[in-house]
């Protein structure tokens, strides 16, 4: 579904739902992340891609309960009454709230507001569903209200609701590429300064995204959560006297290997997935996807031995996406489960997609990109 479609349709969902018009209406791809996985919130480099046909529209009109949020989403196909003044409850709509009180409490506090929400992004995918839907919620906010921000201040923005309201400690990636990025084109980002570049890949190559059928659940708290890797390599930089993990190089790998276990693992990883993407725009660079593609497996192998965030099935479908003939393949996203992306020739996306999915009964082609 086009962009075009996707605002249309939630256009029409808030007509049908509210009768009456929404004043706006926004737009925020998903993304796929092809080198650098958790180096974000260690000031590292990453390479995401914003998705094309994949993202979170959101559509917005005032209300007339002051204060009062009435947020239908068609995935839950539920209604959620919110206030403005409410706290974090573990719903979907924290996403929602956050934002708005970030941007626009004291206009929501007047007026009220009515959402529709519709979402191509499946859920647990690894494809960034909850930034798509903050920088959907904040662009959506600003205009209805009659504000500007930049693409990069609304990235930041963003970010700022997930680590403070809604309570992930995720770095700006995702939120970057959604607000940022240009879909279908990779996004070379140093994220401790915000310098970005786009990088074109090679066009007679695709990049296949493969949902495992795992759902990933990062907001867990048990021993093997996304909060438990932030610590660790929290007790890294402590133990390897730096600010952030991004401060090392592979010139300090002996270093960081004589530190305890796993913390060595961890700064191990940040600093050889930091490398490997900046191999890898180079590579694409140079239209060398075959390298490219080797860096895709270092970077899996670096996420299930350092890192520790593979699951099994991501590994056997990346096994079976190279022995059916990818360049590369890897788990992407924040991990214990989600999407596996793959390098393929472009002539060869259909019979590659099809010897998965025959391979694999709960795997399935979120998108080609």
């Known amino acids: 579904m086009t962009q075009e479609k996707e605002t249309a349709s939630v256009k029409a969902a808030f007509e049908k739902h509210f009768g009456q018009t929404p004043g706006v209406v926004a737009y925020s791809p998903g993304r796929v992340n092809l080198l650098g996985e958790h180096t974000d919130y260690n000031g590292g480099f990453v390479l995401p891609m914003a998705l094309r046909g994949l993202g979170v529209s959101i559509a917005l009109g005032k209300g007339d309960k002051p204060g009062v949020i009435e947020a239908y989403s068609d995935t839950f196909d539920q209604t959620e009454l919110r206030t403005i003044e409410d706290g974090r409850e573990g719903r979907w709509s924290d996403y929602l709230l956050g934002c708005l009180k970030a941007v626009a409490y004291e206009d929501v506090a007047v007026t009220g507001l009515r959402v529709a929400l519709e979402t191509t992004l499946p859920m647990g995918a690894g494809l960034s569903s909850s930034a798509a839907l903050e920088v959907a919620s904040i662009k959506a906010a600003l205009a209805l209200f009659g504000r500007t921000m930049s693409s990069v201040d609304v990235a930041v923005k963003a970010r700022a609701v997930e680590n403070e309201f809604v309570g992930m400690p995720c770095g700006i990636m995702d939120q970057f590429a959604s607000s940022v990025g240009d879909p279908g084109v990779a996004m070379f980002l140093n994220t401790r300064t915000l310098d970005y570049e786009l990088v074109e890949t090679s066009p007679d190559f695709a990049f296949v995204i493969i949902a495992s059928g795992v759902s990933h659940q990062l907001v867990d708290g048990g021993e093997d959560g996304y909060a438990t890797r932030v610590a660790e390599c929290q007790a890294a930089c402590k133990a390897l006297n730096v600010e952030m993990l991004s401060d090392l190089g592979v010139g300090d790998l002996d270093r960081i290997n004589g530190i305890s276990e796993p913390l060595n693992r961890r700064a191990r990883h940040i600093v050889n ?97």
């Open 273 to 369: 997935d930091n490398k490997h993407v900046l191999d890898g725009v180079v590579a694409l660079r140079n239209h060398d996807m075959a390298f490219f593609g080797k860096l895709m497996v270092a970077s899996h192998l670096s996420q299930k031995d350092d890192y520790q965030i593979t699951v099994d099935e991501t590994d056997a479908i990346v096994e079976a996406a190279l022995s059916f003939g990818a360049l590369g393949a890897r788990q992407t996203g924040g991990g214990w489960g989600g999407s596996v992306v793959a390098l393929v020739e472009k002539d060869q996306v259909d019979a590659f997609s099809q010897r998965i999915l025959d391979r694999f009964e709960k795997t399935s082609i979120l998108a080609v990109t």
